[in-house]
């Protein structure tokens, strides 16, 4: 569905979100369409800020003060919420994410009773997998589709020092039960200049080996330390150049349609059959924010329009207030409608969310 679709008054097949003019007020469409013509189908649910983990570009090392559990949406208030996304606003895909999803326990049962929703959507998790062995084929069952887990090393030390747990051993035992039951798993590295940079065509041949598709995302500016520096950032072009130490990347032909991932065939060095893909999200340096299809809701039931948002809208409490459907999706339009053009990173002015990727639900 596009805003040209949608009939949005202004906006040209061919116009760049940045560039279309904003009509006066909301128009009456359907969907969670903003000012700039796009429209979000793609729902991420953080299902809490809690984690076992302690990445370096997502969390202090001493963690971070926690959500108190009345706070935080039980799993009815998730299947309500996921259905006014999807029976009322266009949202075909939901990811679940946190935080760390596997610390709740009752996350069988919050993907099972989306999975039950009527015209369920496409149901994913990003994980650290830590656990994951004991739970992977419980998930399926209920209806989990997909899995995206985060492994940014193969070696133990590294990993605990960007972690600061030392877990890769369950972490890589949580992947080998997810590839037991998932004919998808796609694998999420973020690497960092000193840590992990030259792991990267490791990291890939273990993967290719697998069967597992690995993306590679830069780090944004959303730690809780605030050391994210634009200068020494890991760039999509630097990870490039890593991985043709040992392999041949060439685009992807086939399209885009809205992945934050830009998608390469590897071959190995002279050519060769392909060896599979691999995925590079350059969110800072090559920002994909004029097609953006997503929408964000927090482990307290907030929307939020981007990452980077500075607002967020309040769902929760309306929904515990007793608010209908057609409520909770008019108030979920007007948070989608005041979506940014885009993240702003390159602009003088630039500020950090105050909450970080851990809090807001990656
Ligand atoms: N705990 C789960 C995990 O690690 O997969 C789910 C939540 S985590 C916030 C989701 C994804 O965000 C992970 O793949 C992680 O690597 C990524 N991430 C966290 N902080 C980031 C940052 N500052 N920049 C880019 N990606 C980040
Ligand atoms: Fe936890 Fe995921 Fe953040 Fe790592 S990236 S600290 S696993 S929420």
Known sequence: MTAVALGLPGVRPDAPPEH?????????????V?????????????????CNLRCTYCMPAEGLPTLPRDAVMTRQEIARLVGVATRELGVRQVRFTG?????????????????????PPEISLTTNAVGLDHRAAALKDAGLDRVNISLDTLDPDTFARLARRPFLERTLAGIDAAAQVFDVVK???????????????ALLAWCLERGFELRFIEQMPLDADHAWDRSSMVTAAEVRAQLADRFELAPDQA???GAPAERFVVRPHGGGAA????????????????????TRLTAEGAVRSCLFAHTETDLLGPLRA???????????RTAMWGKHAGH???????????????????
């Open 344 to 362: 702003g990173m390159a602009e003088a002015g630039f500020v950090q969310p105050a909450r970080t990727m851990s809090a807001i639900g990656g």
């Open 187 to 201: 694998i999420n590295a973020v690497l960092v200049r000193g840590l992990n940079l030259d792991h990267a065509s």
């Open 322 to 332: 007793g608010a209908d459907g057609a409520e909770l999706a008019d108030l979920w």
């Open 99 to 119: 935080g760390e999803p596997l610390l709740r326990a009752d996350l069988v049962d919050v993907v099972r009773d989306v999975a039950a929703l009527p015209d």
């Open 20 to 32: 279309a003019p904003l009509p006066a007020g909301r128009p009456d469409v359907p969907g969670l």
């Open 255 to 257: 399209p885009r349609d």
């Open 275 to 294: 060896l599979g893909r691999v995925g590079i999200i350059a969110s800072v340096t090559e920002p994909f924010c004029a097609d953006c299809r997503r």
């Open 34 to 50: 903003d000012r700039f013509g796009r429209v979000a189908t793609d729902l991420r649910v953080s299902l809490t800020d809690r």
